[in-house]
């Protein structure tokens, strides 16, 4: 089955404890990305990475960071996590096309992150 | 810098009636625009996505139009049902995904 997965789809931790959470997809998209959502904000891009060993940050990108070292993988690390980061995170991914733009995101089921 | 509104905020109706979102953006030069419904504490699912050279997409009782010269597109669900009850966002790519705050619809039995 064609998907998004992210793990874990839930995570208690405390202030400075550095925490990764990790995204898949099997569906050989090129492009992927690292969504936080907030009431009251939103959807906001954290980073996004348009092929292996390429990123860039997007809107909110304080406090987070990336790797793409394999097509499928793009995990978030979250090296000094605060309480500001206690959040709801969606990792997506979508194919790029011949004229360079991007198709259909497909979404992860999400991870509820909560900072204490 | 792109910006997506959806209005009204929120929408509820009598089942059966129905349903007209709205979205607008300030830039039109994108590559394409994709609906998504959510579910409390839920992903995102994705509804229907329309290309920039298209004016419509259809899929079941839903139905998108895109008017790209105006920055508009509307979702329209017809029939609906209580099993319709979620939240709406819209996101328009133009090579960066910008979201609205979505509508959250009520549908009463």
């Known amino acids: 089955e064609a998907q998004v997965t992210q793990n874990p789809r839930y995570l208690i931790t405390v202030t400075g404890k550095k925490l990764t959470v990790t995204c898949s997809q099997n569906?050989?998209?090129?492009?992927m990305s690292w969504y936080r959502q907030d009431p009251g904000l939103g959807l906001r891009q954290i980073y996004y990475?348009?092929?292996?060993?390429?990123?860039d940050k997007g809107d909110v990108p304080e406090g987070y960071k990336v790797s793409r070292k394999e097509k499928r993988n793009f995990p978030l690390i979250l090296e000094s996590p605060s309480p500001n980061q206690t959040s709801l995170y969606f990792c997506?991914?979508?194919?790029?096309?011949?004229?360079?733009?991007?198709?259909?995101?497909?979404f992860g089921p999400g991870t509820r992150l909560t900072v204490l | 810098k792109q910006e997506v509104t959806q209005i009204p905020a929120a929408l509820s109706v009598p089942e059966g009636e129905n349903l007209v979102l709205n979205c607008s953006f300030t830039?039109?030069?994108?590559?394409?625009l994709q609906w998504f419904r959510q579910d409390p504490g839920k992903g995102l699912t994705s509804l229907l996505l329309?290309?920039?050279?298209?004016r419509e997409q259809t899929s079941g009782r839903l139905n998108a139009s895109l008017d790209k010269s105006s920055g508009r597109s509307t979702l329209y669900i017809a029939a609906s049902q209580p099993g319709d009850s979620a939240t709406y966002l819209c996101?328009?790519?133009?090579?960066?995904?910008?979201f609205g705050a979505g509508t959250t619809v009520t549908v009463r039995a």
């Open positions: 997506a991914s979508s194919l790029r096309d011949r004229s360079g733009g991007y198709n259909e995101q497909f």
């Open positions: 569906m050989n998209h090129e492009y």
């Open positions: 990475s348009m092929n292996v060993e390429v990123t």
């Open positions: 830039d039109s030069a994108i590559y394409n």
């Open positions: 329309i290309q920039s050279s298209q």
């Open positions: 996101a328009v790519n133009d090579y960066k995904l910008s």
